[in-house]
């Protein structure tokens, strides 16, 4: 290649001094390899920097353009490409060309101009430690080994596993195990009860451990197999999680869109030989910890698997396959590049050509592609953001979600409203602006009018007067006079307890008791017994004392009514002779009286509520009609337990709820209380009827009301 000097790197496009100027020399360990047909059916080549393992596809024109470089003066390149091929040039396009190269670092620095301009690059490209820590710390690679000789060696003894027999006996294994699966199919969903032990949690770790290495040196073998080096392979962390990876980069320098594809799906295709073969090994295999390591190779290893690298929207296997499948390189950019041209096309009409052409079909798919992938980054780093404030301490957790969305949520909306306001002078009154000016004043009437004033809370319609008998203690139930529907009064017998333990404490209290009463009233009789008279008493005390209790609980045993009334439930079945442990619900009893509605309002809307806003209640039966209410109390401080275990979500109920060590529902978020009346009286209900109450509560735009939310979120995060 002939030399020239570096300044001629810095020609603007369209120059025509360019075309007196030396061209300047290509980079020596360059390469250059045939690449697929173009959609339109044209040539293309790979131009390959061996030295950053990166890949550049250029079409006919800059081919034809780099054949003849070193003719190293453009006027003699643009004589011959214009005599000897059909394409007309007249040298802007190899300024062009020259200003690709240089922005690559593809060209060969020279000179004290070119050194600067170096330099001054290496400045632009350098980050601050810190933002550096901040963009990366989500998603970064460390290569842990060079595999590239290893996978040469080793290539012919693998070759085996790809041939057309081992492709067959794969289908055949899938198929005959998935018929002999069939015949045992209840015993196969429930087996898995072995990783319930800790040999067996190391057991399967190191499974799917070593099934990811062989997913990963899919890749590798497919890769080697058409020619491709492996630079490295290693442990990537994606939000500190860690992912192994394999650089299969030279794929891009194949003509063959089959052989990528097949280099893209070779670790699937890994993945799912394992799981045909361990499918067919089940139902060979006898219980235990093996039979449950096939278990979990032929169902769950491999769904997981196709259910995150099929995913097109990350770049991962499935984001490969669909670039080759569409033959579209650099999938993402061009279709972000796409997707922003009609975004701003469909909103102000600049007139802008699009920023490549493609026929109607593809580029409409590229443009939902694009609007698609930004819709799912938007939850994907959303839901990070809210992850990394939970996975660390509250300070760092709050910082590292704010970087989370501002980074990577709001700087890229920020740089497309830059954008918008950059070409403000640009905008005219058509109607496509006008039809966004009016989509963005519906927008801000939506947001900012008072429409919002109802609102929905889980409810209970419930007889004033009731009361829910539990037993006391263990026992077994000797007696029971109660009957559902059965009319009692107040302090009637209803159930009668055993309790042979509680017996046998108290004879053997009495039997203590009487042997200190003994010693007590014969101290005068023995000189030992005088000496412990002081403790004596004392243990006779505590003695009497906890009999005193003994008979209390006993007592307890007999189970009468605290009301008078009706019994509308009784635990079913129950008979003489059966035993209860504690606290098992007997029977509920319905006094007299009203009815009322308890409902749970969360705390965001309980500033929309006052006493005597009025609703209805929709019982969940279909039969029962629903009626008007009025809100009557509103509890002045949020329910730290839910009592009524009907609408608790582990119940079926509408509350999400958890279970404290003590057994109780506790609130996930915070809820209050509030009672509400009918507004005509009408027959109480049997018992307790669950359903939904909505209430007219002061009205509040939708601005507010994520106002609102945001706020009471903040407050109750803020505690340290």
């Known amino acids: 290649m002939s030399q020239a000097a570096a300044q001629t790197i810095s020609l603007p496009p369209g120059s025509q001094s360019a ?24 040539p293309t080549w790979t131009l390959q920097d061996p030295v950053n393992n990166r ?121 005959l195990g998935l018929v002999l699966v069939l015949r045992q199919w209840d015993l196969f969903v429930t087996t898995f009860t072995d990783f319930f032990t800790l040999e067996g949690a190391v057991l399967m770790g190191l499974t799917l451990g070593g099934v990811k290495i062989l997913h990963e040196f899919g890749h590798a073998y497919t890769a080697k197999r058409y020619g491709c080096r492996i630079p ?28 990528r594809l097949a280099i893209a799906a070779g670790g699937i295709g890994v993945e799912l030989a394992i799981a045909s073969l361990a ?72 007139a802008d050509p699009p920023p490549e052409d493609f026929p109607p ?41 704010l970087v989370e969305i501002v980074w990577f949520i709001g700087r890229p909306i920020g740089n497309e409203l830059a954008a918008w306001y950059g070409r403000r002078g640009e905008m005219t009154l058509n109607p496509r602006s006008l039809r966004t000016l009016f989509g963005l004043a519906l927008l801000l009437a939506l947001l900012c009018f008072p429409w919002q004033g109802n609102l929905s809370a ?25 009957a559902l529907d059965h009319e009692i009064v107040q302090g009637e017998e209803l159930f009668a307890l055993h309790s042979p333990d509680l017996d046998y404490e108290i004879a053997r209290g009495e039997q203590r008791i ?39 609980e006993r007592k307890q045993l007999t189970i009468t009514s605290p009301l008078s009334g009706r019994i509308v439930e009784l635990m079913s079945p129950l008979d003489v002779g059966d035993w209860l442990s504690e606290d098992e619900l007997l029977a509920v009893v319905v006094g007299p009286g009203g009815s009322l509605i308890e409902a749970f309002v969360a705390e965001e809307d309980l500033a929309l509520l006052e006493v005597g806003s009025t609703g209805r209640f929709y019982p969940n039966d279909p039969g029962q009609a629903p009626f008007s209410v009025r809100l009557r109390e509103i509890d002045s401080t949020s329910s730290r337990r839910l009592a009524e275990p009907y609408l608790a979500s582990i119940y079926g109920g509408g509350i999400p ?39 007219k509560g002061a009205r509040q735009s939708l601005l507010s009301s994520i106002a609102r939310n945001i706020l009471a979120v903040l407050i109750r995060e803020s505690g340290f």
């Open 19 to 42: 075309l007196t100027q030396a061209l300047p020399p290509l980079r020596e360990e360059l390469s250059l390899h045939p690449g697929p047909k173009a959609a339109d059916g044209s």
């Open 55 to 175: 890949f550049y596809r250029i079409g006919w024109l800059e081919f034809e353009i780099l054949r003849r470089w070193p003719m190293a003066e453009p006027e003699r390149i643009v004589a011959s490409l214009n005599e000897s091929t059909p394409l007309r040039i007249d040298g802007e396009e190899i300024d062009q060309l020259i200003e690709f190269l240089a922005s690559h670092d593809l060209l060969q620095i020279r000179g004290p101009q070119a050194i600067q301009r170096l330099l001054s690059k290496r400045a632009a490209r350098r980050v601050d430690w810190l933002l550096l820590v901040l963009k990366n710390y989500l998603f970064f690679r460390i290569p842990l080994i060079r595999p590239d000789r290893f996978i040469e060696a080793t290539a012919s003894m693998v070759a085996p596993f790809w041939s057309p027999v081992a492709m067959g006996l794969y289908s055949a294994s899938a198929l």
């Open 232 to 259: 490295s392979m290693g442990i990537a962390f994606m939000v500190l999680w860690p992912v192994l990876f394999t650089d299969a980069s030279d794929a891009w320098k194949l003509p063959s869109r089959r052989q």
């Open 279 to 350: 499918l067919l090994a089940w139902s060979f295999l006898p219980p235990g910890i093996l039979r449950s390591l096939s278990f979990l190779l032929a169902t769950s290893t491999w769904i997981v698997t196709l259910m995150i690298n099929l995913n097109p929207f990350m770049r991962f296997d499935g984001y490969y396959l669909l670039a080759d499948s569409l033959g579209i390189a650099n999938l993402q950019d061009r279709a972000f590049a796409l997707g922003r041209w009609f975004l701003r096309e469909q909103l102000f009409s600049f």
């Open 361 to 401: 079909k593809q580029r409409l798919l590229l443009i939902s592609y694009a609007f698609g992938t930004w819709l799912y980054r938007f939850f994907l780093f959303l839901g990070i953001a809210v992850m990394v404030y939970y996975l660390f301490f509250k300070l760092l957790g709050i910082f590292l979600m």
């Open 458 to 482: 889980q409810a209970l319609w419930k007889v004033a007067n009731y009361a829910r008998i539990y037993t006391p203690s263990p026992g077994q139930l000797a007696q029971m006079t109660a």
């Open 514 to 552: 009487a042997t200190l009463s003994w010693a007590v009233s014969s101290q005068g009789l023995d000189p030992r017994l005088r000496e412990r008279l002081t403790v004596t008493r004392q243990e006779l005390q505590s003695e009497l004392s906890a009999q005193q209790a003994r008979l209390a």
């Open 657 to 695: 709820v958890r279970v404290d060590e003590k057994g109780a529902l506790v609130p996930e978020t915070p809820i209050y209380r509030v009672v509400l009346e009918q507004s005509v009286p009408q027959p109480p209900p049997r018992y307790i009827v669950p359903g939904v109450v909505r209430l």
